[in-house]
């Protein structure tokens, strides 16, 4: 295998992420997230790792579908508080030179006229290292608080993410040419008008009349393009928008189809099968020897919390499972009486038939560690055999690195896993100069020429 391998160091701006449970560990500090120096020093260890980007996961709403309620959730901190993901970045940007940012918005919930400003300022501050993580929202909880009366339809929000991309393209890359600004001072000329160019947009969903007044190009002008979704609309969007995709599957041999069916319909857009980096999650728990990982990992597993995972896992899926006995069987026709017609509206149908044939007893038994995530335990020999398998079945580029105990999971691959992938030529030794875009794939700052993005520009 000869492809060098990506990570990201995925988080969110909260007290428990994916594993939960675990912030009650003695030696974990995510309880410190709002403390502006627990994220200055993780993005310098992330850095001293070469990690390519801090991936900032976000969600709008609550999980406050099992019990129909938040009690699980809120003793657990199932993401819960949770804190804008926006305003770490510049914090971590000021005290590194290299490592990029992904971080997670909403798009129904948002003006693409005010949100390219936000992203544009990010790319500013951060000199070019700032990807967006494109998401259309999964939460009815989500769609209350913002004054709807229920989760607009699935495919509904992703026809309305085109019509936003639209926008957001123009916005960035057609409205200012690339010698709009001169800075001239001493013919007393910022910036050349004939170069800034009114933007108009009529489209189904989003409306813009007027000149984009409110930032001047970034390095990159768009944000590296991230999504993470599952559903074939999902990845036919990802195939038109996304540079870097997030995705999963029950088995390699799946996420292996998956990961074809995403560079087969980026190839049917008109782009290359490689213009999209393909990333999957990865927990490690990683020890000098096998027995003292092992032990490691019983040690976090005393703080996990099952409970706390299965409350994430019935708002992903819309389905209260305390409506079941501890051992009733989940079938199709239980769950389809419970929500008529309900799932199949938010896209939640692939979840239901994930539960068919099991029990809310067995559910909690397989979330033992916190997440239905499962983990790599062992030695770095160990973890780096798996991780290199794992890339060479599925034909993905890269892991999105899942915190477990904070930051002693990222310390522990940093020094231990990421010298093995080095001395297999696996990861790199170094970084390259640029920006997060020109690190990632190596032509440049700007989108290339194969992207939709570019046709907008001026």
Not at 136 to 149: E, I
Not at 200 to 206: I, M, S
Not at 343 to 353: D, E, H, M, S, W
Request: with cysteine.
């Amino acid at each position: 295998m000869t492809k060098k391998i990506r990570l990201n160091a995925f988080n969110m701006n909260c007290v428990g992420h994916i594993h939960h449970g675990l912030w009650k560990h003695p030696r974990d500090n995510s309880i410190d997230y709002n403390d502006a120096d627990y994220w200055i020093e993780l993005a310098k260890l992330l850095e001293k790792g070469l990690f390519d980007a801090v991936f900032l996961a976000d969600i709008v709403g609550v999980y406050d579908v099992l019990g129909d309620g938040i009690r699980a959730t809120a003793r657990e901190a199932v993401q819960l508080p949770v804190n804008d993901p926006l305003y770490v970045v510049p914090l971590m940007a000021h005290v590194t030179k290299n490592i990029g940012f992904g971080v997670t918005c909403n798009l129904t919930y948002e003006q693409p006229y005010l949100f390219a400003r936000r992203m544009a300022t990010l790319d500013h501050l951060s000199k070019g290292r700032v990807g967006w993580n494109i998401v259309t929202g999964y939460l009815d909880s989500a769609a209350r608080a913002m004054g709807l009366k229920q989760q607009i339809d699935h495919d509904d929000r992703y026809d309305r993410g085109d019509d936003f991309m639209d926008v957001f393209y123009k916005l960035l890359e057609g409205s200012w040419e690339d010698g709009a600004v001169l800075r001239d001072r001493q013919r007393g000329i910022y910036a050349d008008h004939e170069k800034i160019h009114r933007i108009t947009h009529e489209g189904p969903y989003y409306k813009v009349d007027g000149v984009y007044n409110l930032t001047e190009p970034s390095r990159q002008r768009t944000p590296v393009l991230y999504q993470a979704g599952a559903s074939q609309r999902g990845n036919q969007f990802a195939a038109r928008h996304a540079e870097c995709v997030f995705t999963g599957g029950p088995s390699r041999e799946a996420l292996a189809k998956i990961v074809g069916n995403i560079r087969k319909l980026a190839v049917d857009a008109g782009r290359q099968a490689d213009d999209i980096k393909v990333f999957s999650g990865l927990t490690v728990v990683v020890d000098t020897s096998e027995k003292a990982a092992q032990e490691k990992y019983e040690d976090y597993k005393q703080y996990a919390s099952a409970e706390g995972s299965l409350a994430h896992m019935c708002s992903g899926a819309a389905i209260d499972l305390e409506r079941f006995g501890l051992d009733e069987e989940i079938t199709s026709e239980k769950l389809e009486a419970m929500y008529p017609g309900r799932l199949k509206r938010t896209g939640n149908a692939r979840g239901g038939r994930f539960l068919e044939g099991t029990t809310r007893r067995q559910l909690l038994e397989t979330r033992g560690f916190g997440s239905g995530n499962g983990a790599i335990v062992g030695t770095p020999s160990q973890v780096v055999d798996e991780i290199a398998k794992y890339v060479e079945e599925t034909d993905i580029d890269g892991f999105n690195l899942t915190r477990t105990v904070a930051p002693e999971s990222y310390r522990d691959f940093i020094d231990l896993v990421i010298p093995e992938l080095q001395n297999r030529s696996l990861y790199k030794e170094a970084y390259e100069e640029g920006s997060l875009r020109h690190k990632l794939f190596g032509r440049g700052d700007k989108l290339p020429a194969s992207h939709i993005g570019s046709r907008y520009r001026a």
